[in-house]
């Protein structure tokens, strides 16, 4: 059976954070933050979406430096790596400037422990004024607070709710329907 993936309510915040990004003016931070408890389905509808709208996906790990993350990013550029960070990361940002491409970050949280890396995605920002969504756990919104990147917009974050049973029922049903026709092959 072919996977179904259904545009929940979280998945329909998730889209219109990234159209609110998108059609946001050059001059404006196009940060955003996508943020809620494990098992929400962040990864997936983040791995989804950045097939849908082209966009680069990276997952953070725990000890990534800022010149991992830009290798990490050159690499789905498809750029050849350098060795220096600071060339790295001027490839990153021409590839940028020549074809723009939205960033969505994963596993964010990773990178709220060494703020050099995540004032790295900031700086790449700054110079090509591309999308970037961050992904990360519960308290993802209040660790930022610590760096330069500010979310004081509502529209530039939002929080992953849980499936409520109503809705839940209503999919499996929705599945259950959709296994018998296949297997009766209406």
Not at 35 to 48: E, I, Q, R
Not at 152 to 159: D, L
Request: net charge positive; charged share 25%.
């Amino acid at each position: 059976m072919k996977p179904i993936f259904v545009k929940t309510k979280n998945v329909k915040g998730f889209i219109s954070l990234i159209h609110n990004l998108k059609n946001k003016p050059e001059n404006i931070t196009k940060i955003g933050l996508v943020y809620g408890n494990a098992g929400l389905g962040k990864t997936k509808t983040a791995l989804y979406l950045s097939i849908q709208y082209d966009a680069i996906y990276v997952r953070a790990t725990n000890s990534m430096s800022p010149k991992w993350l830009l290798e990490e990013i050159a690499k789905e550029l498809d750029e050849i790596l350098r060795f220096y960070t600071s060339d790295i990361f001027r490839q990153c940002v021409n590839a940028l400037k020549t074809n723009p491409q939205m960033i969505i970050v994963d596993e964010i949280d990773y990178l709220l422990a060494a703020f050099r890396t995540i004032e790295t995605l900031r700086d790449l920002h700054d110079e090509t004024f591309v999308p970037i969504i961050m992904v990360g756990m519960q308290l993802a919104k209040h660790k930022l607070k610590n760096t330069r990147i500010c979310l004081t917009e509502f529209q530039k974050s939002i929080i992953l709710q849980n499936l409520n049973i109503q809705i839940l029922s209503k999919l499996q049903r929705k599945s259950l329907k959709l296994r018998l026709q296949k297997r009766l092959c209406i």
